[in-house]
């Protein structure tokens, strides 16, 4: 029997898993958000008043939406609590695969039979989560992008046991986010968007590390000869160095794959601890407020 979703929980208070909460929030669901750590959730919160007090100020939303999105929105440590009545839950944890294959089979054990478990990875396909629950028919990926209140594509990907019935509810939950969802018929890591930039990424840092161009004239050339809205290199600040560096780690250990491995820079930079835009210093320097 179908069960619509009304309740979503979002389980990680970091910049992605945050912005999902607060669009689901803003689409009317009744939502939790969901961290290990108190001083995370306070962070999220503080973030997301500052981004969502901006968008009222330059007319994006109206002061009322926005105050009745947190409403509906819950900010809390206790996961199983939260689980217990949640209709779709969404993991936006770190990308590691023993850490989200724990996640997954405690949520099974605790969360409504007819919850739906979905996970926000690129790189870590359910597949590979999905037998740790007792449900891997209600188990696939929803992918969204970042910065998730403003990117409109999100990526519904099934495994092989993901019921059809499943990933129509999950496309029906992306539409009525007022987003555009893109249905893959089959898994592989990263997607299809991800995979179109990946080969982007690897092309850029292969010509910076060849010193064939520094990389502020490669994100000039992204930008004025192809159009993109911003180069990869401040796309990889964006989106966060240390996130660029798991990912590529996460992918070898499902390919095996040399070719798969971080590239020396993003290595040098992670162990470094210059992660782009949240620590200040990436590629490029960002003044901390």
């Given at each position: 029997?179908t069960?619509?979703i009304r309740?979503?929980?979002?389980l990680?208070?970091g910049t992605m ?6 669009v689901?929030?803003?689409a ?11 001083d995370q ?9 500052q981004?969502l007090?901006r ?8 002061r009322?939406?926005?105050d009745a999105?947190?409403?509906r929105?819950?900010?809390t440590?206790?996961r199983d609590?939260?689980?217990a009545t949640a209709?779709l839950?969404i993991e936006?944890?770190?990308e ?5 294959r724990?996640?997954?089979s405690e949520?099974?054990?605790?969360c409504p039979?007819?919850?739906l478990?979905v996970?926000?990875s690129?790189?870590i396909v359910s597949?590979?989560?999905?037998d ?8 696939c990926?929803?992918?969204f ?6 990117m ?6 099934p495994?092989p ?5 499943t990933?129509?509810r ?6 009525s ?5 893109v249905?893959?018929?089959?898994e592989i890591?990263g997607?299809?968007a991800?995979?179109?930039l990946?080969?982007?990424r690897?092309e850029?840092?292969e010509?910076?590390?060849?010193g064939?161009?520094?990389?502020q004239?490669?994100?000039?050339a ?6 993109h ?19 590529r ?7 095996g794959d040399?070719a798969?491995?971080p590239?020396?820079s993003i290595?040098?930079k992670?162990?470094a601890?210059?992660f782009?835009r949240k620590t200040?210093?990436?590629w ?6």
């Open positions: 029997m069960t619509e309740t979503v929980v979002v990680g208070a898993g945050s912005q999902i909460a607060a689901c929030a803003l009317g669901y009744g939502t939790s958000l969901v961290d290990i750590s108190q959730l306070d962070r999220a919160r503080t973030q997301l008043e981004r007090s968008d009222v100020e330059k007319d994006r939303r109206t009322e939406d926005v999105a947190w409403d929105l819950t900010l440590t206790d609590a939260a689980a209709d839950v936006a944890a770190v590691d695969l023993s850490v989200k724990t996640i997954f949520l099974d054990a605790v039979g007819h919850t478990l996970t926000n690129s790189n597949s590979r989560v999905a740790a629950t007792s449900r891997p028919d209600r188990v990926n929803l992918h992008f970042n910065p998730a209140l403003v409109v594509c999100v990526e519904v990907v495994h046991g993901t019921a059809p019935e990933v129509d999950i496309v029906s939950f992306v539409e986010l007022g987003k555009t969802p249905r893959l018929k089959q890591p997607f299809v991800n995979r179109l990946g080969a982007l690897r850029a840092l010509l910076y590390e060849a064939i161009a520094d990389f004239d490669i994100d000039v992204a930008k004025t000869a192809l159009g809205p911003m180069g990869p290199f401040e796309l990889m600040d964006l989106v966060g160095i240390d996130v660029v560096h798991l990912i780690l996460a992918e070898y250990e499902q390919t040399p798969s491995l590239a020396a290595k040098e992670y162990e601890g210059d782009g200040g210093r990436g490029y320097e960002y003044p901390q407020s």
